[in-house]
């Protein structure tokens, strides 16, 4: 079931597996990290931070989706899906000095246009390189690993995590795993230029 599934689908969907849990290991208890470390931190405060992050993404990632469209071959995806989850992985690291609601909301604002980045471009090469013959099984595969189980299980080490060492140690263990992760994407420039080329000289 598992057998011969495209190179870039397996890459694209581990990786996920690592950042995906390393977001969702935090996301339980964040609320929790708001109303006791953040001056003047409340559930609204974490409601606004929320809302910080979708507005931002949402106005910024259809127009970026449109680029990565009109550009020919990968390579402009590969480096919007790189350079997305790489800054992203300091974002945990940011909470640990944040102090203010204003230092949230910011910094939430700058994961939202780290993630218009990432999304538009991880569905364009998910979608380009899945198997023509198991879409479903392949998307289902993300699905379910990369983003059901991660954060069933990053959530469980995540809140045990934080009520033992605390926040701070959470924060960067997460940022430490999202930049990792990221640098392992690195692994698919030559599978998605080497299409490029191909198709560019065909």
Known sequence: MFKNINKVVQILVTIDFFVNGAFGSFGPVFAVF????????SLSVAGFAASAYWITKSIIQLPIAHFLDK??????????????????????????????PWHLYLIQAFLGVCMAFAV?????IFTRHVDKERIGFEWSLQSVFAV???????????GVLADKFGFKILFLMA???????????????KNLWSKTINHETA
């Open 120 to 124: 538009p471009a991880w569905y364009s």
């Open 175 to 189: 940022g430490i795993v999202i930049l990792i992760s990221s640098i392992f994407l690195w692994r698919l420039r």
């Open 71 to 100: 550009t020919d071959g990968e390579r402009d995806e590969f480096w919007a899906l790189f350079l997305g989850y790489i800054f992203s992985a300091f974002v945990p690291i940011m909470y640990i000095f944040a102090t203010k």
């Open 34 to 41: 708001i109303t006791s470390q953040i001056s003047s931190g």
């Open 148 to 158: 059901g189980l991660t954060t069933a299980i990053a959530a469980a080490v995540g």
